[in-house]
């Protein structure tokens, strides 16, 4: 199998399973599910996020149920969701689906859960067909269920982290002074898709001063010799994993001071990546990595979470980040990516997806963390 193969199918009738005695346990009645990762996690099904409303009805006490307007009815029974056995029920474009699925959930349903990203006005919708009844978020659920990944999940995330890999070993192809940040990122995101993933989640070029800004993107910013550049890159493969690493380059020789900031920048997140093990936890880990950078004089330049969970979403449960007691466990998937931010000068990040395994961490994304000055 190549990296960008996608792994076997999923064992969807048991996530689905496990979802309905979660949402048992947790005294809901029902789970309603609308298009998303959450969706696409218990189903195999990819849905169009449409006005008209797909949903995904779990009760506790009966057998899950997929409601799909009509014209995407084909659709829904031609993806995963068409080999689990379950129900698939189309609806006419003059029928109200909110009052149809009221009234097939358990008589007397008075706690149900949505998914974290339905629409509000989907929400609304099923507030005014169950009145009386709680609503809650499925994420309190489900995110306990995806973000412990199977064997097969951490296969796909060491795809997708191979993938993206590929695209930093071809940096230095296109990272070159005077060209734009907008230039070089077109090329990235074209490498993005070359190398294994269906679509480019996200692309950030930040050079110079704009390496500040953690989420900057990209601009029409001329890159100059000497400036260092924050690439920041993502996508998705075909079998719904994501991949995110952030290397931070030169372009010719940077700054003396960016050099010290940066070796402080990487011993913080080598000394994170190194400790990830079953036990530790979630701020325990974040506090490695920062006491590290504020020990240096830049704590307070390090201004974002040391990191967060990833699998079918880029950004998912568990987060790395100050105040969370969340011990690591087995199978959990997130990214280690402490960062430096000068404002007006430049900034430094750097990034890996880390798995907590049975005896340690394993690092997802094997590129070289040293700096890497490129022809100025």
């Not at 530790?280 to 990191?307: K, N, P, S, V």
Request: aromatic residues 6%.
């Amino acid at each position: 199998m190549t990296d960008s193969e996608p792994a076997a199918g999923p064992d969807l009738a048991e996530r689905l399973a496990r979802a309905r005695r979660a949402a048992g346990d947790a005294g809901l009645d029902a789970l309603l599910i609308a298009p998303g990762a959450d969706l696409r996690y218990l189903t195999g099904y990819q849905a169009l996020p449409l006005e008209r409303l797909t949903c995904l009805v779990v009760p506790a006490g009966g057998e899950p149920f997929l409601v799909v307007p009509a014209l995407e009815k084909a659709a829904a029974e031609a993806s995963p969701a068409g080999g689990l056995g379950i129900e698939i029920a189309g609806y006419a474009e003059t029928e109200d689906a909110y009052a149809t699925i009221a009234r097939r959930l358990p008589p007397g349903t008075r706690n149900f859960a949505v998914d974290n990203h339905m629409w509000a006005e989907k929400l609304l919708a099923f507030q005014a067909a169950l009145p009386g009844a709680q609503a809650a978020l499925a994420g309190d659920v489900l995110s306990v269920l995806r973000m412990r990944k199977s064997a097969a999940e951490i296969d796909a995330l060491r795809r997708a982290g191979a993938a993206i890999d590929r695209v930093h070993r071809r940096i230095g192809e296109w990272l070159r002074p005077g060209r734009t940040e907008r230039e070089v990122a077109k090329d990235i995101a074209d490498a993005v898709i070359a190398a294994g993933h269906v679509t480019v989640d996200f692309v950030i070029v930040g050079s110079g001063p704009n390496g500040a800004s953690p989420h900057h993107e990209v601009s029409d910013r001329v890159i100059r010799t000497g400036d260092p550049v924050v690439v920041d890159i993502g996508g998705t493969t075909a079998d719904g994993y994501c991949s995110d690493s952030t290397r931070t380059y030169a372009v010719g020789e940077p700054p003396a001071a960016f050099r010290e900031l940066y070796e402080v920048l990487l011993r913080a997140q080598t000394a994170q990546t190194d400790a990830v093990q079953p036990g530790i936890t979630a701020e325990q880990l974040d506090a490695i990595g920062r006491d590290i950078i504020t020990a240096a004089g830049y704590g307070e330049h390090f201004i974002h979470r040391t990191g967060h969970g990833i699998g079918m979403e880029t950004h998912e449960e568990p987060y790395i980040v100050a105040g969370s007691k969340r011990p690591l466990e087995p199978g959990m998937a997130f990214s280690v990516e402490p960062g430096i931010y000068l404002p007006g000068a430049f900034g430094a990040r750097i990034e890996d997806i880390a798995v907590c395994t049975e005896h340690g961490g394993e690092r997802l994304n094997l590129t070289g963390r040293d700096l890497v000055v490129l022809p100025g």
